[in-house]
């Protein structure tokens, strides 16, 4: 079974360029998460989506950033203008529906490093 | 208070050592508890879920303690590849806007 895909690896872009994510789940899973995760941190829930629906975006900073997940499978994040406190892995996650609870193991990708100079 | 707080470490043990982790949560009506290992510049991966009657999944065993608030883990018969960040997290109902919410993770460094 494939696992959750993310492109670029890895990126270095100056403060204030603009920088976007791609990150395609496992397929069959409607929940798709994005996370932030700072050197020395846990991950840090940004936005989740349930299908193509927004789940919860309460700590995503929307002045900067943004995500769509069209057509309910593949998504992208983007950061515009980038600060240098941006810098950090991002993280993209997949789960089955799960119910009324968190039960379902989140798979997630290998990450995009963003380092902003 | 932190949602999650875990000691960050580095548990510093020897091959073979015993090795217990806790992690408290603020949140009372939290409902799911998992234990995922990020070894060093990977993603995080799921180590076991955490049930109200504990769990063993081999030298691993999970217990949760929702009096206190805590939940832990031990690692028995410790390995070198045991050597990674392991990340408590905490996830509450989901329609009262609840996140799964992650730690920042206890590093465990196993020495031969």
């Known amino acids: 079974e494939a696992g959750v895909a993310q492109s670029p690896r890895y990126k270095i872009i100056e403060k204030r360029q603009s920088v976007a ?10 929940t798709l ?22 789940v919860d975006d309460s700590q995503l900073p929307k002045d900067r950033f943004s995500a769509e997940r069209l057509k309910g499978v593949d998504s992208t994040l983007k950061i515009q203008p ?29 990450g995009t ?3 902003v100079l | 208070r932190k949602e999650v ?17 806790n992690c408290t ?11 995922y290992r990020q070894d060093c510049r990977k993603e995080p991966k799921l180590l076991m ?7 063993e999944d081999g030298r691993f065993t999970a217990q949760l303690n929702r009096a206190s608030q805590y939940i832990s883990l031990l690692i028995r018969d410790s ?3 045991d050597s990674a960040t392991y990340l408590c997290v905490v996830g509450g109902l989901k329609s009262s806007g609840d996140k799964l919410t992650f730690g920042t993770g206890t590093r465990l460094a196993v020495r031969p």
């Open chain 2, 5 to 21: 707080e875990q000691d960050p470490g580095p548990f510093n043990v020897p091959e073979g050592a015993t090795v217990a982790f």
């Open chain 2, 79 to 81: 390995k070198l590849s």
């Open chain 1, 33 to 54: 998460y994005w996370y932030q995760q700072i050197l020395g941190q846990g991950p840090k829930l940004l936005i989740q989506f349930q299908n193509n629906g927004v």
């Open chain 1, 113 to 115: 490093r963003l380092t």
């Open chain 1, 82 to 110: 980038a600060k240098l406190e941006d810098s950090a892995v991002y993280l993209c996650a997949s789960s089955l529906d799960g119910g009324r609870v968190f039960t379902d193991t989140q798979y997630f990708g290998p």
């Open chain 1, 21 to 30: 994510f791609w990150c395609n789940p496992i397929s069959g899973h409607a």
């Open chain 2, 49 to 55: 879920s955490v049930y109200s009657s504990g769990n």
């Open chain 2, 25 to 35: 949560y603020s949140n009372s009506a939290s409902q799911s508890f998992f234990w």
